[in-house]
């Protein structure tokens, strides 16, 4: 498996329902020392998680992303859209829901492209309140 291209199109973002493949992601991103990101399948909820752990030690995000991101979910959990219990950073995030798989993919898209500093998907996904 490859590294995923930074940015991540939406259709490329791995599928790692259950253990295996979580860990077979979760590992992978490590071996190419990425940004980690996957969905997850559960019934008829969807869950999106990135970590920044596996790019190693020189991977740093910046406060105004990690605002960024923050407000963002905060809007998602505001909406509905995701639910409440949502893990907003600065390392880890993690956001379930109830959305298709192609919105769960823009999602994450959007969220692994911020965590390289590239907030304009997650402005198209999550557009900021005026």
Not at 34 to 54: C, H, Q, Y
Not at 68 to 90: K, M, Q
Request: charged content about 20%.
């Amino acid at each position: 498996m490859q590294a995923l291209p930074v940015p991540c199109p939406a259709h490329l973002v791995p599928v790692a329902s259950g253990t295996n493949a979580f860990h077979k992601a979760y590992r992978q991103a490590m071996a190419h020392k990425a940004v980690f990101v996957a969905i997850e399948s559960e019934g008829p909820r969807w869950t999106v998680k990135a970590d920044t752990l596996t790019a190693g030690p020189g991977h740093m995000v910046d406060n105004e992303v990690n605002e960024a991101l923050r407000n963002a979910i905060t809007r998602l959990v505001d909406n509905h859209e995701v639910d409440i219990d949502a893990y907003r950073g600065p390392i880890y995030f993690m956001m379930r829901t109830t959305s298709s798989e192609e919105r769960v993919r823009e999602l994450a898209a959007a969220l692994h492209a911020a965590l390289y500093g590239d907030l304009d998907p997650l402005d198209r996904a999550v557009p900021p309140t005026p």
